[in-house]
């Protein structure tokens, strides 16, 4: 089976501009998971969607935003980027129970 | 809160020798644990996961885990060790009896293994 689907795979963008990221996660799973990536901070919870309704938080601005579809597919959306945004972002589906949480390949993102 | 550490940055081993990769975890209530190994310009691959039941468990590529709920930890273990394990491998935790899913990892052990 397809596993999770994270796009783009790279990005390049200027301080102050926003950017969207997309995340298609298995067939069948319905909670979706984002965490950011960095050589300081290492990996970090960011939100968790479950039938498009954000069920937890992590401890980020609130230039970082996300969506769930009817269809599980989830978007991150960070606006006003910042040169410490550079990071991969990675996306992670699970059932939605006590499994286990597959990852995308993330999309690393620089800002200039 | 929960937490996890990953009391070393490397671990070196000899490819054939056993390696283990420590983690240890805190967490208010009964946890969720799991392995996951990354390689470069890669996303995360699961391992192993221990949810309840057997202490010992049985995950990909010849991986195992102890969880040890005394002394809150839970040590990646293989028997012999191959070059390609050499990865950055990182250790999580949830608390199963909150509502919060975020999965807390720790900082990560970069594993080499020689030749």
């Known amino acids: 089976k397809a596993g999770v689907t994270q796009t783009p795979r790279y990005l390049i963008k200027t301080r102050g501009q926003q950017v969207t990221l997309s995340c298609s996660p298995i067939?069948?799973?319905?909670?979706v998971s984002w965490y950011q990536q960095t050589p300081g901070q290492g990996l970090q919870f960011l939100f968790e969607y479950f039938s498009e309704t954000q069920r937890n938080k992590g401890n980020f601005p609130g230039r970082f935003s996300g969506r769930q579809f009817s269809n599980s597919r989830s978007e991150m959306n960070v606006s006003t980027l910042e040169l410490g945004d550079s990071a991969l972002y990675l996306c992670?589906?699970?059932?939605?129970?006590?499994?286990?949480?597959?990852f995308g390949s993330g999309t690393r993102l620089t800002v200039v | 809160a929960q937490s996890v550490a990953q009391p070393e940055d490397q671990v070196n081993v000899a490819e054939g020798n056993p390696l283990t990769v420590k983690c240890t975890y805190s967490?208010?209530?009964?946890?969720?644990l799991f392995w996951y190994v990354q390689y470069p310009n890669r996303g995360l691959q699961f391992l192993l996961k221990y949810i309840t039941g057997d202490n010992l468990v049985k995950g990909s590529y010849g991986f195992e885990a102890e969880f040890n709920k005394s002394q809150t930890s839970f040590h990646l273990k293989k028997p012999s060790a191959l070059v390609s394990d050499s990865a950055l491998y990182f250790c999580?935790?949830?608390?199963?009896?909150?509502?919060?899913?975020?999965?807390?990892f720790g900082s990560g052990t970069r594993l080499q293994v020689q030749p």
């Open positions: 967490v208010s209530g009964n946890p969720y």
């Open positions: 992670a589906s699970s059932l939605g129970s006590g499994g286990g949480y597959t």
């Open positions: 067939s069948g799973h319905r909670s």
């Open positions: 999580a935790v949830r608390d199963r009896d909150t509502g919060r899913r975020a999965l807390t």
